[in-house]
């Protein structure tokens, strides 16, 4: 009880200033030896290019920074020169919760902040996020600003303290890239593809996105929500990425538009601040040191983290994506004997965090019809595309780049466009569980629902069986829920059992 009231006064602080960004908390490990467990976190820190920050604790150590990465500093249209900096934390864990104070000084500006330390006869309490912003600016005034959301999280993060805050996709929506003054003449050629996917992006284009995702992040995880913001600095964050972290359906897109040469400096650019705001790591790093870090490799940034007796698979299903796959297939045999090799014998409960939902309502047949009138890239004649292009605007089903959203949202941007990929992993989730004797859950988020769902044997609903799962997907943190899926699992759960299509010959899906 102590512990929160002090956490209170910490957090109810404010510092508007941004000349120091952060901190941002990362959790990095639990490591145990026969002494001791200790709880390791990384806290990432911004700074302009003249200020080196300092992080001291309350018994008065204090914590020296390692610079990660500085931007560019080149005359007045640059990045302002930047700087990245981690301090690496390790607090020993006690048999109770406990409250560690730190403040963080830059030049003149001074943050007070502390972290709740989870106690090791205490239950591990965490909090799942996604979708946190607005796909639809409407969706604001409707449901205010993001603060007020944040505010009720902070208000419950102080009654009873988080120790780990899970990221599960869209921490932010960079959908408004696409208007940005330097792209326009891009964009006007996108019904002309073979001018669309010769133009190549110049330096000024490349600052201008880089400007544009750098201050996408200052703003949106500092100033627009303090309370996002202090969370931020007392939770420790693990965290995946979904499209919006990019643009909405990156990966996706049709062949044609996602080879295009400015999607894919697009994408590379949103990777870098993805892997600094949300990782903690260089965008420099090369595959030795992606794998040093727990990732599959440099572009695949799946990773495991145990705490307790839990495992945690954070899956990144977006870092290779492409229309046809959701991952390589070397890094599938990879995370799959990572998954073997990261659930030791003291693992009882493994967690799988995927930015969509494995089990969603089957939407096929609806993308199938609209796509086949209304999806300009299903056709090479310009007669039949221009045709396409026209249904497809008068539907409001088009996106920024003139492709079928509907497609990219509903099925080739979900496991169930994807379905041999989906198999093998719930299929190694379940022999896993079988030969382990492990309990497996799915955190998801994505959908703009909140709702529950579960694999079950066909035959029985066994909890005892290793087949039974249960999928938990959170709530949206700003976008207002989706009608039409709303609809659709509310006609799921009415069916009949028997009506509910089997995943395979020992297993089916069903909505509660």
């Known amino acids: 009880a102590a512990a929160s009231n002090i956490l209170e006064d910490i957090l109810d602080a404010k510092d508007e200033d941004q000349a120091v960004f952060g901190p941002i908390l990362l959790f990095r490990k639990q490591n145990t030896t026969e002494k001791q467990t200790t709880w390791n976190l990384d806290a990432l820190v911004v700074t302009d290019g003249s200020i080196t920050p300092t992080l001291t604790l309350d018994d008065g150590k204090s914590v020296s920074p390692e610079l990660i990465y500085k931007e560019e500093d080149v005359g007045e249209s640059s990045l302002q020169g930047k700087k990245f900096f981690l301090f690496k934390l390790s607090f020993k864990q006690e048999k109770k919760d406990h409250l560690v104070n730190y403040d963080l000084s830059g030049g003149v500006i001074k943050k007070r902040n502390g972290i709740v330390v989870p106690g090791l006869e205490e239950e591990l309490h965490f909090i799942t996020t996604s979708c946190n912003g607005f796909?639809?600016?409407?969706?604001?005034?409707?449901?205010?600003?993001?603060?007020?959301?944040?505010?009720?999280?902070?208000?419950?993060?102080?009654?009873?303290?988080?120790?780990?805050?899970?990221?599960?996709?869209?921490?932010?929506?960079?959908?408004?890239?696409f208007k940005l003054p330097s792209l326009q003449p891009w964009l006007a050629q996108k019904n002309n593809l073979s001018v669309f996917n010769s133009i190549v992006p110049t330096k000024e284009i490349e600052e201008e996105v880089n400007k544009y995702y750098l201050n996408h992040y200052l703003q949106w995880f500092g100033s627009t929500s303090n309370s996002f913001s202090q969370c931020l600095g007392s939770i420790p964050g693990i965290n995946i990425?979904?499209?919006?972290?990019?643009?909405?359906?990156?990966?996706?897109?049709?062949?044609?538009?996602?080879?295009?040469?400015?999607?894919?400096?697009?994408?590379?650019?949103?990777?870098?601040?993805?892997?600094?705001?949300?990782?903690?790591?260089?965008?420099?790093?090369?595959?030795s040191e992606a794998i040093s870090h727990g990732f599959v490799n440099e572009r695949n940034y799946t990773?495991?983290?145990?705490?307790?007796?839990?495992?945690?698979?954070?899956?990144?299903?977006?870092?290779?994506?492409?229309?046809?796959?959701?991952?390589?297939?070397?890094?599938?045999?990879?995370?799959?004997?990572?998954l073997l090799d990261n659930t030791s014998e003291t693992t009882e409960h493994l967690v799988l965090l995927s930015a969509t939902p494995l089990i969603d309502p089957d939407q096929r047949i609806l993308v199938k019809v609209l796509g086949l009138f209304a999806d300009p890239y299903n056709y090479t004649t310009n007669l039949c595309r221009g045709f396409s292009q026209w249904l497809g605007k008068k539907m409001g089903l088009l996106d920024s780049l003139g492709a079928l959203d509907v497609n990219d949202n509903l099925l080739v941007d979900t496991w169930l466009g994807h379905p041999l990929e989906k198999t093998t992993l719930v299929n190694q989730l379940q022999e896993l569980s079988r030969a382990k004797r492990l309990r497996t859950t799915i955190l998801t988020g994505d959908v703009h629902n909140a709702g529950i769902a579960r694999f079950e044997p066909v035959d029985c609903g066994l909890m005892a069986s290793h087949n039974y799962m249960w999928q938990f997907c959170t709530s949206p943190s700003g976008n207002v829920p989706l009608e039409i899926t709303s609809t659709l699992i509310k006609k799921l759960r009415e069916e009949k059992s028997s009506k509910v299509r089997p995943f395979t010959d020992k297993l089916q899906e069903r909505f509660l």
């Not at 991952?327 to 990572?338: A, D, H, N, P, Y």
Request: aromatic share 10%.
């Open 241 to 287: 990425w979904d499209d919006h972290e990019i643009f909405d359906g990156y990966g996706s897109r049709p062949d044609l538009l996602q080879n295009s040469p400015m999607i894919q400096i697009i994408g590379n650019i949103a990777r870098k601040y993805y892997l600094l705001f949300q990782q903690g790591v260089s965008p420099l790093m090369g595959r």
């Open 303 to 338: 990773f495991f983290k145990t705490i307790n007796s839990t495992t945690f698979l954070a899956l990144d299903t977006r870092g290779e994506r492409t229309p046809q796959q959701m991952m390589e297939q070397k890094s599938w045999q990879t995370v799959l004997q990572m």
């Open 135 to 177: 796909f639809d600016p409407n969706d604001e005034k409707l449901i205010g600003p993001i603060e007020n959301v944040w505010q009720e999280i902070l208000r419950r993060h102080k009654r009873k303290s988080a120790h780990l805050m899970i990221g599960l996709g869209d921490q932010l929506y960079c959908d408004e890239i």
